[in-house]
C-alpha cells in the first residue's frame, strides 16, 4: 500500500521563476492538502482539493494555485517565486475528508530553495 | 485569526525524565490532532482527540483535550532517545477544513 509521494524531493529555482510541485495521495484517498513549512515553524495550510475543485484556502497569495485530476493526484503551482517562497512544502492527503474524523497522512515533502 | 501556540519552544531532558507541551487556541476547536516530525523528516500522525476532556494513551504518551476545547497537552512518561524530534498539534474550527498547526515544541533526550 503505497503511501502519500511527492516529487521532486528537492528544487532549486530563482526569483521570478515558477515552479510545479506534484502529489499522490495514499491509495484510496481522494482529499489532498497543501502546507507550507518554512525552517523552525509548523505547517502552514495552503489549500485543499477535493472532487477537482478547491474547497478551501489559506491566507496565501495568488501565485499559489493547484489542481487537483480525476486520479486524485495534485499540483501546486508557485508563479514569480520570492525568496521568502524558500520552504517545505508538503502534502497531505485523507479519504472522504470528515475533519471531525479523519487522519491526515503526510508526504516526505519537496525542499524548494529560492535565490 | 485563529492562533494556536505552543509552550515551550524547546525542551531538554535527561534520559528517563517526563516531558509536556501544551497547545492553546485562540478560539474554540472541534478537534485537535498531534503530530511529531523528527529532524529532516515529515510530520507524523500521533492522535485526534475530539471530545471535550478526552484523555488518550498511547503507551508512554498520554494526550489531554481541555474541557473548553481549547487547549491541549501531550505527556511523554520515562522519555527514551527515540522521542526526539518536534511535536505540533494542529487544531480545527467547526464549519472548516483547515487545520492550523502550532508553533511546535522541539523535545532533546540526553542519554
Known amino acids: 500500500d503505497a503511501g502519500v509521494t511527492q516529487s521532486p524531493t528537492h528544487l532549486i529555482k530563482t526569483r521570478g521563476q515558477q515552479v510545479t510541485l506534484r502529489c499522490s495521495p495514499k491509495?484510496?484517498?481522494?482529499?489532498v492538502s497543501w502546507y507550507q513549512q518554512a525552517l523552525g515553524q509548523g505547517p502552514q495550510f495552503i489549500f485543499q482539493?477535493?472532487?477537482?475543485?478547491?474547497?478551501q484556502r489559506g491566507n496565501f497569495p495568488d501565485r499559489f494555485s493547484g489542481h487537483q485530476f480525476p486520479n486524485y493526484s495534485s499540483e501546486l503551482n508557485v508563479n514569480a517565486l520570492l525568496l521568502g517562497d524558500s520552504a517545505l512544502y508538503l502534502c497531505?492527503?485523507?479519504?472522504?475528508?470528515?475533519?471531525?474524523?479523519?487522519?491526515?497522512?503526510f508526504g516526505p515533502g519537496t525542499r524548494l530553495l529560492v535565490l | 485569526g485563529q492562533q494556536v501556540m505552543q509552550i515551550p519552544q524547546y525542551q531538554h531532558v535527561q534520559e528517563g525524565e517526563d516531558f509536556t507541551t501544551y497547545c492553546n487556541s485562540s478560539?474554540?476547536?472541534?478537534?485537535i490532532q498531534w503530530y511529531k516530525q523528527r529532524p529532516g523528516g515529515h510530520p507524523v500522525f500521533l492522535i485526534q482527540?475530539?471530545?471535550?476532556?478526552e484523555v488518550k494513551k498511547q503507551k508512554r504518551l498520554t494526550f489531554q483535550f481541555g474541557e473548553a476545547k481549547k487547549n491541549s497537552s501531550l505527556h511523554i512518561t520515562a522519555t527514551q532517545t527515540t522521542d526526539v524530534g518536534t511535536y505540533f498539534c494542529?487544531?480545527?474550527?467547526?464549519?472548516?477544513?483547515?487545520?492550523?498547526f502550532g508553533t511546535g515544541t522541539r523535545l532533546k533526550v540526553l542519554a
Open positions: 497531505a492527503s485523507s479519504l472522504l475528508y470528515q475533519p471531525s474524523r479523519e487522519t491526515q497522512y
Open positions: 491509495s484510496g484517498h481522494d482529499t
Open positions: 482539493y477535493y472532487e477537482e475543485e478547491e474547497r
Open positions: 478560539t474554540t476547536l472541534s478537534n
Open positions: 482527540l475530539v471530545k471535550s476532556g
Open positions: 494542529a487544531g480545527l474550527t467547526s464549519g472548516t477544513y483547515k487545520y492550523i
